[in-house]
């Protein structure tokens, strides 16, 4: 069956079961694009803005599960993929990126939009093509596809030039199949790291479990909770790993890391065995790594063999997928009972609790913690919660307890602001079904802001809480604790967001006192349709617990004592 | 450390391998590429200035990039390295001959002769060829093109030393890539 490049670029999304794709088109990317018409069945997604479509596509693959897929042309519309192509290689988000390039006898001739995207990608792509012959077309994308969510996953772009799309050859898709490449290779069940694991496992007094991203991306949760169960070893959680263990679960501690509670953080130093599950040792995580939690063992159940011994030193690695390896560990591992080390946290924990900010009495401030804590009260804990990049993300993970996995899309490793917004609007199309809120600051939302218009366009219902504080709040803190107060390029204009939204169509309100947010979530959440909240909260305010960027990880800077600050207020 | 890595032959590949290098922070000291006894293999020796626990996250970080079939750590492996290097040298019809016995002594070659300079043309272990350069240059070395160290290990069939998989691969076998 003859078809063009351009076809064979739709026939092969149709048969990877490719429902949505976010793009933006453009000269070189024409020819597809009028191919497009021919398969109804693959809605497009029109962005605002190309970085929108990598997001979007980034927040489709998070949310739901399988390959995010944004399209776009050369040049401008390749590079403004760059940003969420790195966002999604950083977070392991499997995706495949589609760009137009000229036509292959202009390349290198600087073309009018020419840009070498396969290069400027190289280091943020698991892999890119550059195709220039319509037969290439269909291996490639097959071998894309199983590249971005095999082994760790990731973004993968493929660069068709347009003759590639004019061209016609024979579409053969059982031909295309990508030769067979083992992705990853557990360990067999017999290696001698499982016994040495076992053994650590089994004497261990004061284990942690690290709970991290790869739990969510290997479909381990059932087999997680297993082990800590069985073990009686409490679970800390990366950013992205929130959700891989029930927030409501008594062996849960919550966040680990540079604004993780006091108590997961103490625990971890004061552990005598760390079992990390997915997840690689971020400086945001680890803290001064000298002094990382330095009585204990580490086991480390990791896909990326890269990633083992690279920020610490592990004393047993098993490479794998996280699933396969637990279900070999779960039938050996003794049942434990940790009571002395379970006790001492809950001791750890008594001392914070008088700090929380929900202990804190209504001084007539509103507190970006209350907001979110309330919305997470509102939505019974099972909205999708889409972040954006800053203080209000450390609140949300602080404050919105996730049950479920999947739950929070947030930007981890790169820490892209202006995420949100898009990263929704991709998974309320991997979720329809699923209430999907964006809890943005005031400086990132504006990042992306346009993508108002997508969803106005699309018809989409996502409940938009901006957390406006005026200032670019994390920096501002950092401005705060280690620049004197010297708070410049920080303040930031906004615009009246309710306005804004009322441009595109969409109804909003402003919450400035605590008792009108719950009010304003219920009305939110009644109306059909987005809706924007612009929440007006204390300009001034800080994340606590903070461990400073390469300080000891127990050495906090501490919320201040519920006293003092009510003292301040008063 | 002395890496092997066995690269299928796409393009760009050496750009991908060289890009890993410079973004993963380790500086490539020496790089030669070429054919092997398998069409559509290219074969790499690269030098780095690192560790052995950079070398394990190079080797690791190799395996991730889909065109790499095999990576070899031979810097401790019985090996046999070696460079080739082509030195131009000033030569007076006065100065001439004693250059000629140093080649000599040095077991190198001389593939051009003129009446200002010679070519001398040497493969040997690279502090050989140090040594040699170092005599010639009192004499003024007028330009040299090394080609940087080219390694094989010694005996019948090389050994992977990143086998993490636990599994027998062979030279044939290109399923040790994990391109996670």
């Known amino acids: 069956m003859k078809k063009t490049g351009g076809e064979i670029i739709w026939e092969c999304l149709k048969q990877e079961g490719v429902k949505h794709i976010f793009g933006y088109p453009g000269g070189a990317i024409l020819p597809a694009y009028d191919a497009l018409c021919k398969y109804p069945e693959i809605h497009h997604v029109l962005v605002r803005h190309e970085q929108g479509a990598a997001h979007m596509a980034d927040g489709y693959a998070r949310a739901g599960g399988g390959v995010g897929v944004a399209i776009a042309t050369s040049g401008p519309g390749a590079t403004n993929l760059v940003t969420g192509i790195a966002t999604a290689m950083m977070d392991s988000s499997p995706m495949v990126c589609i760009t137009g390039q000229v036509g292959s006898k202009l390349i290198g001739y600087d073309a009018f939009q020419e840009t070498d995207i396969t290069g400027i990608t190289l280091p943020i792509t698991k892999h890119n093509y550059l195709v220039t012959r319509a037969e290439d077309l269909a291996p490639a994308m097959r071998e894309a596809f199983w590249l971005a969510k095999s082994g760790r996953p990731g973004p993968v772009l493929i660069d068709v030039t347009k003759d590639a799309q004019q061209a016609s050859c024979e579409f053969d898709w059982d031909a295309a199949e990508p030769r067979h490449r083992n992705c990853c290779l557990a360990a067999s069940s017999a290696a001698p790291q499982y016994g040495e694991a076992l053994e650590l496992i089994n004497h261990a007094k004061r284990p942690v479990i690290l709970a991290g991203h790869g739990i969510l991306l290997s479909g381990a949760m059932r087999e997680v909770c297993a082990f800590a169960e069985r073990t009686q070893a409490p679970v800390a959680m990366t950013l992205l790993g929130i959700g891989s263990f029930p927030a409501s679960h008594p062996l849960n501690l919550g966040m680990m890391g540079m604004h993780g509670e006091a108590w997961v953080n103490t625990a971890i130093q004061e552990a005598d065995l760390l079992l990390a599950f997915g997840m690689r040792f971020d400086d945001r995580v680890t803290g001064n790594l000298k002094t990382y939690a330095p009585m204990a063992k580490k086991i480390h159940i990791e896909i990326d063999q890269a990633e083992v011994n690279k920020n610490v030193k592990i004393d047993v690695a098993l490479i794998g997928d996280l699933r396969q390896v637990l279900g070999e560990l779960l039938p050996r591992v003794d049942a434990g009972n940790r009571e002395p080390w379970l006790s001492r946290i809950h001791e750890l924990k008594g001392d914070s609790a008088v700090r929380d900010i929900q202990n804190l009495p209504d001084d007539g401030h509103l507190y970006a913690a209350h907001v979110v804590n309330d919305l997470w009260r509102e939505t019974s804990g099972e909205a999708v919660v889409v972040t954006d990049v800053g203080q209000h993300q450390m609140w949300e993970a602080q404050y919105y307890k996730h049950d479920q996995p999947r739950t929070l899309i947030t930007s981890g490793g790169l820490g892209t602001m202006g995420f949100a917004l898009p990263a929704a609007i991709g998974a309320k199309f991997a979720r329809p079904d699923a209430e999907v809120w964006v809890v943005a600051g005031d400086g990132g939302f504006q990042m992306t802001m346009a993508e108002l218009a997508t969803i106005a366009q699309e018809r989409l219902d996502i409940k938009v809480a901006i957390i406006n504080n005026g200032y670019l709040g994390m920096v501002r803190q950092w401005q705060e604790f280690f620049y004197e107060r010297r708070y410049k390029a920080t303040p930031l204009y906004s615009p009246d967001f309710v306005k804004l939204a009322g441009a595109f169509d969409l109804p909003g309100a402003a919450v400035r006192r605590r008792a009108d947010v719950v009010p304003t979530i219920r009305e939110a959440r009644e109306h059909r349709g987005t809706y924007v909240i612009n929440f007006c909260v204390e300009q001034e305010d800080s994340v606590f617990p903070m461990v400073p960027a390469g300080a000891d990880l127990h050495a906090m800077i501490r919320r201040p004592s519920p006293l003092v600050e009510t003292a301040q207020d008063l | ?180």
Do not use: C, W
């Open chain 2, 1 to 180: 450390m002395t890496l092997v890595v066995q690269v299928e032959n796409k393009p760009g590949v050496l750009n991908r391998v060289a890009s890993l290098f410079r973004r993963r922070g380790f500086n490539i000291e020496s790089l030669t590429v070429g054919h092997t006894e398998k069409p559509g293999v290219s074969r790499m020796t690269i030098v780095v200035d690192t560790d052995e626990a950079g070398a394990l996250r190079i080797e690791a970080n190799l395996y991730k990039l889909v065109h790499v079939q095999r990576v070899e750590n031979v810097t401790s492996t019985p090996s046999v390295f070696r460079d080739l290097a082509m030195i131009k040298v000033a030569a007076t019809p006065e100065t001439r001959a004693e250059i000629m016995q140093l080649t000599h002594v040095f077991r190198a070659r001389i593939v051009d002769v003129n009446s200002e300079s010679l070519v001398i043309e040497t493969t040997g272990a690279e502090d050989k060829i140090d040594g040699l350069v170092e005599i010639l240059r009192g004499y003024g070395i007028l330009e040299m093109a090394r080609t940087g160290r080219v390694a094989m290990t010694r005996g019948p069939r090389p050994e992977a030393s990143a086998n993490a998989s636990g599994q027998d691969d062979s030279l044939e076998d290109e399923s040790v890539s994990y391109s996670v």
